[in-house]
């Protein structure tokens, strides 16, 4: 048995008394694709926040690759933290740079490649979102999809051991969400790790490899998509279920 590459165990955050992530407990496995679902407030984008460390948890254990991460210097978690790709409902793009200069910024000052070479990461990425022909275009004169395919390749030119999305089609008109979430579908195909916050039911019952559903800052139940969606154990699930579906 191989050891999961990420490891979350009794977390707990809470912000002033509030207490909004409760004993999560959870595995991720090399090339496991989980989409965590629920509704607004549950927690969601805390806990993927606790679990890349952008926000210290109150108790727990975060294993990643078999390193207990609140044991790690603010230094040795910036290291850690360059293998956790991260993918925002708002594209979070640098607007005053072009495409490629997006791609290879952190490429070249966190990793320190050439720029010849982040160039080289940058196009390759690009191309594998269909978007070598906007490497030159500034992030303003792209499509709400396309700003986001090229997030994805920004997370992927860091050659991250596992990408975290959070409701990365959520702020995307509805016609530009199936080109994202096919380049997501894309990535699972080719074993990429990932861990997704959507409510995407459709893509969430064919991509993922497990759903967790989170309510109230616990996960309720987690499943595979075909036990989730079509046989509901718990009751909040349930109700959650018969209204998204
Ligand atoms: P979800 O992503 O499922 O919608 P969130 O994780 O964003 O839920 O939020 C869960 C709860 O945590 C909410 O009540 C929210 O107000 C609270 N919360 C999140 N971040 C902070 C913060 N930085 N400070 C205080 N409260 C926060
Ligand atoms: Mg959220």
Redesign the pocket.
Known sequence: MTNPLISVKHLKKD??G?E?LKDINGDIDAGQVVCII??????????LRCINQM?RPTSGVVDFNGVDLAQQSDQELAKLGEQIGMVFQSFNLFPNMSVVANLKLAPMRVKGMSDEEATAVAMKYLTSVGLADKADAFPNSLSGGQKQRVAIARALAMQPKVLFF?EPTSALDPENVGEVLKVMQSLADGNMTMVV?THEMHFAKQVADEIWF?AD?VIQEKNTPAELFDHPQNPKTQDFISKVL
Request: aromatic share 6%; no cysteine; glycine share 26%.
């Open positions: 912000f002033g509030n909004v629920g509704p607004s407030g549950s927690g969601k984008s805390t806990l926000e959070d916050v989170m800052g």
